[in-house]
């Protein structure tokens, strides 16, 4: 059981115990892992991956499920997932239940397990990880960069400064996109966007605000980002918002909680087995860590992950599927 204790502002430890007690009426025998930092952290779950546990148990925000999975990725050892973050895109996706440790703790016990693909992307520096998320580039990585630099003031309001910071410094970023798209990418209007490339892929030369790569559908605690990603079809959900004007992103903006602004001329959405994104001096992001500069190749990785689901959640794809 590999443990944040500051995740969820420190509520994670209170949290862990919870469903650790759950766990073990349950008749579990747990081995609790809790890392001085996050590279200690993933050596521990790497080595309890290696002893092939019957499952190894994030309690955390998709942060330290991030961490999680750089150790059970393709491994065949299955995942649980105790929502202990601020975020929680993880738990959201896959109906793990949020704000109750226990009922998360029954869905381990339960022990329904899902294949689920997962994204890998290698940034320029040569540095390969696995994300189960969404990627995020442009506007919201440099508000992530922005709220690293900063030592005031703490918590949320440092995030919000940052949005504030970075949305007076909107600029045009160049980027482009390179995809090996099984369909054709548009806007809201339905006219194609980008040109086809000898092999049937697809470039996109565009200035934007953001360009975000979802293996899943939301990040940023339930923004749906990719609203009809689907982390069992092998494919990655692409949506770029054009460069627009301050007025023009303020109304946009509400739109991505309901995830409709993929209706707006503005978005160019596709869906691609493999991604590469250039811009310069752009940094990537991925289950909330910067994961390093651009470009990046992402790569969507079929069945990479055993998660432990809720069994409604898991019946619900297994009908999509046959369907």
């Known amino acids: 059981m590999l443990t944040n204790p500051y995740s969820g502002h420190g509520r994670a430890r209170d949290i862990a115990e919870s469903a650790g007690r759950r766990l073990r009426e349950s008749g579990a025998s747990i081995t609790e892992l809790i890392g ?35 150790a059970v990725a393709e491994s065949g050892v299955p995942l649980g997932v105790i ?37 890998h992307v290698r940034v320029a520096d040569g540095r390969e990880y696995w994300f189960g998320t969404v990627l995020a580039t442009g506007f919201d990585s440099l508000v992530s960069d922005r709220t690293n630099r900063m030592t005031w003031p703490h918590g949320r309001m440092r995030y919000n400064l940052a949005i504030l910071a970075e949305f007076l410094n909107l600029r ?13 990418e548009s806007g809201a209007d339905g006219a194609q966007s980008g040109r086809r490339e000898p092999d049937g892929g697809r470039i996109i030369d565009e200035d934007v605000v953001l360009a975000a790569v979802g293996n899943t559908r939301s990040y940023g605690g339930g923004m749906l980002i990719c609203p009809d990603a689907d982390p069992s079809d092998g494919l990655l959900d692409l949506t770029v918002i054009r460069y627009i004007p301050r007025r023009t992103l303020v109304r946009l903006f509400p739109t991505v909680f309901r995830g409709t602004h993929v209706r707006r001329p503005e978005v160019i959405t596709t869906r691609a087995r493999r991604i590469e994104i250039s811009s310069p001096g752009i940094n990537a992001y ?24 809720p069994a409604a959640r898991a019946a619900l794809t297994q009908d999509s599927a046959e369907s």
């Open 172 to 184: 045009p970023l160049p980027f482009r996109l390179v995809l090996d798209a099984p369909g054709g």
């Open 286 to 309: 991925a289950d909330g860590d910067n994961l390093g500069p651009l470009p990046a190749a992402i790569t969507a990785v079929p069945r990479a992950l055993r998660l432990l689901v």
């Open 36 to 70: 001085d930092d996050a590279d200690d952290a993933l050596r521990l779950a790497r080595k309890a991956v290696a002893e092939r546990p019957a499952a190894l148990v994030a309690t955390g925000g998709d942060g330290l499920i991030g961490i999680a999975l750089q």
């Open 83 to 119: 929502p202990a973050g601020t975020g929680n895109d993880h738990a959201r996706e896959y109906g793990i239940p949020i704000g109750d440790p226990e009922a998360a703790a029954d869905v381990i016990i339960a022990g329904t397990a899902m294949d689920v693909d997962l994204g």
